[in-house]
């Protein structure tokens, strides 16, 4: 029974298992890079301007596209307000159903701005990104007025009024001729104007007959809508009309773009200068038109004014004293901005001018690798500043040196690199100047130093230490072991320790009854018995080997030296009587 | 003395015989575009669809190729030799899929004289079938869609030698990954891509597919409809050249049926293996 379970069991996890891979396989993932959800919002946006249907069917696909759940509710927005676009677009919604549709629409919109941040900051590499979220932002602006004009559209469709112009684009300057068609005839037109949406730029004298009333209205000068106008130079306006009919008040209007262009200046200037150098700039205008502007330095210190300048087709050469303008070290903008006028827009333009420091021409010379009697590096410093400098030269090694001197003009230091026989010194060399002429300047390299006096005092101490250390190698573990850490007292005590477990044999006994019957043998064959220093093998073979001449002696000494050994360090212990039987053998055959 | 041959060790040998060779049988085996692999790249549905296997790409001179579907999905390069075959085949009127790694496409493509250029996979994250790179793509002849496994993109000459027609593309959210890092950077393709052309060679065609997968089991359940059509009641011939140098994978291919293991061949190589156990025993024993 257990085991049926077993199976069904079994049986049944393959089978979810299998569905789950089958669903898997079928339905996509959500999408999660942010990167691509960018690109495709681009490529949207980018058809619904174009007018293409193809960007309503990319934007239902989206819309069905799963995106990860925290971007889910914006995606959804974003896309439903691009459907709702294209519906409004087809004329799928009229009159007041419209105008609904068109806040839902404006409302996806704003939207917009938020869920490309959002992308944007989700997207694997931010920079790249930044290029793509630039560039639709650019696209929303314009399909923000494509919506805007739709809402004219809209708004007239039930107007009694019809609002048209001579065109829909001019350009700065031109006259916009306007033409408001009056279908009611109980409709009085009271105003014609352009507004930018939020201020009216200023009404104008228009002449009605029985159907329609005309008007021709200058374009608004550019500094009055430079506020609006895009990066392209493009601003939308509105041109309204305001008619009363009976008791309503009507106001239709028409949306048509002004371009303004941007000023063609030049700006002329070295990309470097040294500290204390004049800055010749060259500034003239490419148009034949005079404008008023300003030059000005931007830089770590802030912003400084130059000058008012007028720029004209004549170039202008300006002289700046950098040492008047708060120029300082590296990255300096020089700004040059001109001011609206009617035609043209607020316009500047920057040069970066690296100002450099001001360092006197001296010659550095450092050897790279150099072999010294006591470690010490030369240092030659030649130039002829004109002033007094003070040099600092510094070596960082082992210990860190510094010498410094006076330079008028050469000046020749030593600094010592190195203690050690051989290494590697960092030195830097500064140069300062008190009178403030010239900048501080500053010279790094890497040395490497043989120190011939270190290297054989090394040599001698390593000699010396290895013929004073021979054979007593204990003697100096005991040195390092208890002298360093606990003075005279304790090395004291470390050398009786030592001469005590050496002596111990002797003094406590060999702790083996075999090793004192083979020594008590030892004294009856030999005169001399194995030293602190020998092992007893060592003593066999130097001294029972050549005093003892009988074989047979010297075959029961060797045998008893190995029960000895093995009563001492074996686990086996041998048996005492074994070694008192050889014992009595060797006195019998001495006996013999 | 020569000892007598134990009975026990000779049914050892008769044992262990029959349990490799039931094991090499048995035993799954993990090989991309293999009849008998059941993985996401191998062929083991397309092979139960009353398919021929080809040990040798010569056999297809055996068949008539008017009426015969030559599928060549592979992960190694073909020789000289095999890709004449291939080429003959589409000459004399055969139809042949070719599909696998970008090296083998692209090797196909410049046999036929077309210098083709790799810019890299394909993914799709709006149109796949649970992974991006498992992408839906549209056959424009056959008004269909098909599924295709790791697709990737190919630069054909703007002036190729033959004619060539693409006919399967990737849909419009599709892009060429040219970075390789399975992500869309910026500046990358975005837009539907030819994954699928039909190259005229002869009296025959070669529909040449730039994936890793058209006819394998992991997308197959999906392109019935489209190979249905494709095929047009051609009899399939599926390319197990490769299979024959190795051995073991040879005589598993021999061991298992269309539909199995084949317990004849099973039954027919142990009797033999045991005669001739018995035999070298009974000899061994008489000396």
Known sequence: MRLVATVAVILLATLILQTLLVETLSTPQPVTDCTYLLAVFKKVLTEALDGSPVGEYYARVMLETRVEPTLSSLHEKVYRAFLKYYSLLSGEYEGSEALRILGEVYEGVDSVTQYLQRLHSCSQDRESAYALRASAELMLEELKSRIWELEAVISQRDSPLTITTNRDTYRAGEDVLVTVAVKNSSCMVSNIYLSTGVEVLGNTIFQCNSTECNASIPTPPAYLVEKYVGREGAVKITVMAEAVCGEMVYKPYRRITVLYSRPRIALEAPSKITRGEYLNLTIYSETSVEIPGIVSVRNRAGETLIGNITIAPTPLVIGVNTSMYNFTLGENLIRLCVNSTETTLSYCIDKPVFYEPRHPRLEIMVPSMILTTYGEIPVLIQGDPGNDLLVEVESKGLFTNRVSSILNINCSLRVLGSVLPLSLAEVVVSVRDPSGYYDPYSYTTRVVVFNTLSLILTLILGVSSTIILRDREKVFFIFLEKGLRGGVEKMSRGIRDLTQDLLKPYVTGLGSAVALIYYKLLRRLTQRLPLAYETLREHYSLVVENVVGNRRVKELAWKLLILAEKDMYSKEKPNIEEAKEVYESVLSEEGA | ?287
Do not use: C
């Open chain 2, 1 to 287: 003395m020569r000892r007598e041959p134990s009975p026990i060790l000779a049914y050892s040998v008769l044992l262990g015989l029959l349990t490799a060779l039931s094991l090499i049988a048995v035993l799954p085996t993990n090989l991309d575009y293999y009849v008998l692999d059941t993985g996401d790249h191998g062929y083991s549905t397309l092979y139960h669809e009353s398919s021929l296997t080809l040990y040798s790409l010569k056999e297809l001179e055996k068949h008539q190729a008017e009426s015969a579907l030559l599928v060549v999905g592979r992960d190694r390069l073909l020789d000289k030799g095999e890709l004449d075959y291939v080429i003959n085949f589409s000459e004399k009127g055969g139809l042949a899929i070719v599909f696998g790694t970008p090296e083998v496409i692209l090797q196909v493509l410049k046999t036929l004289g077309l210098d083709a250029e790799l810019e890299g996979y394909v993914y799709d994250p709006v149109f796949n079938a649970g992974d991006s790179r498992i992408v839906v793509a549209w056959d424009t002849r056959l008004n269909t869609t098909l599924v295709i496994d790791t697709p990737f993109a190919l630069r054909l000459p703007s002036t190729p030698a033959l004619a060539v027609h693409p006919i399967v593309y990737t849909s419009n959210f599709s892009f060429i990954d040219e970075h390789g890092d399975g992500l869309y950077t910026v500046g990358e393709y975005l837009g539907e891509v030819p994954v699928g052309f039909e190259i005229e060679v002869g009296r025959g065609f070669m529909l040449i597919v730039s994936a890793k997968g058209v006819l394998t089991n992991r997308v197959l359940e999906f392109n019935r409809d489209w190979f249905s059509a494709v095929r047009a009641g051609r009899s399939i011939l599926i390319d197990q050249s490769w299979v024959r140098p190795n051995l073991l994978l040879y005589m598993k291919s021999l061991l298992h049926g269309q539909h199995g293991i084949s317990p004849f061949y099973l039954a027919f190589i142990t009797l033999i293996a045991t005669v001739a156990i018995i035999y070298v025993a009974r000899t061994v024993y008489a000396e």
